[in-house]
């Protein structure tokens, strides 16, 4: 079956400093990788949208410049928090997806990676 | 600009009794497809159900949903809840041609009572 892994879990990092999180996707190409952050109040945020081979866009408020990401091949993608506050706290998700295969929109979620600001 | 609309927070029901969650949405899209999504706690959104048909019921685990394109509707339906129903809900919609972006409405708590 299609999963998505998603690492770290967790991370307690200083008011300034960044934090990375990587997902893996395994079981199915992931032509296009969303990443989303669900605030506390559990609503989500699209942060920006990747597909291989194309620019990744990015939603309004977000930036390249904050929330770099890479996805350099079908089974892997990355997301830098750069100099994160405490508004950047929250659970952020990626989501894959094989847009080739015409099962648009289903997205295969990682568990998330958890970011608490201190 | 488009937007899925699930009206109520949180939903608490007993178990055996049926259940009901709320979504309507407003596109410009001309195809769409629907989702249903399930978050239980501290595990990752898994899709429960999927639909583009108008008008065609679809079921996985129990739960069923009819997309209605005139009512502009996609409410998730359960005749009887059990105690590991207990879960946050979301319905997202994604345009479904070309390159798609998934929108999730706001979610439903759902609480199942012994």
């Known amino acids: 079956g299609a999963l998505v892994y998603q690492y770290p879990r967790r991370t307690i990092c200083k008011s300034g400093t960044s934090m990375r999180m990587e997902c893996q996707a395994v079981?199915?190409?992931?032509?296009?990788v969303a990443w989303y952050r669900q605030s506390p109040q559990k609503t989500f945020e699209l942060i920006a949208l990747s597909t291989v081979n194309s620019a990744i866009k990015y939603e309004q408020n977000f930036t390249q410049e904050k929330f770099p990401i890479s996805h350099p091949n079908l089974s892997f993608s990355s997301m830098t928090v750069l100099n994160a506050y405490l508004e950047d706290r929250g659970l952020y998700l990626c989501?894959?997806?094989?847009?080739?295969?015409?099962?648009?929109?289903?997205?295969?979620f990682g568990e998330g990676s958890k970011l608490t600001v201190l | 600009g488009d937007s899925v609309t699930q009206t109520e927070g949180l939903v608490t029901v007993t178990e055996g009794l049926p259940v009901k969650l709320n979504c309507t949405y407003q596109t410009t899209y001309l195809t769409i497809a629907f989702f249903w999504y399930v978050q239980y706690l501290n595990e990752a959104p898994q899709v429960l159900l999927k639909?583009?048909?108008?008008?065609k019921r679809t079921e996985h685990q129990g739960f069923h949903a009819t997309l209605h394109k005139s009512s502009s509707s996609f409410h998730l339906q359960k005749s009887s809840a059990q105690l590991s129903d207990s879960a946050l809900y979301y319905c997202?919609?994604?345009?479904?041609?070309?390159?798609?972006?998934?929108?999730f409405g706001s979610g439903t708590q759902l609480t199942v009572m012994p």
């Open positions: 639909s583009s048909t108008d008008n």
């Open positions: 997202a919609l994604s345009e479904s041609s070309g390159s798609w972006q998934l929108i």
């Open positions: 989501g894959a997806s094989n847009t080739g295969t015409g099962d648009t929109g289903q997205l295969y």
């Open positions: 079981g199915f190409q992931a032509t296009s």
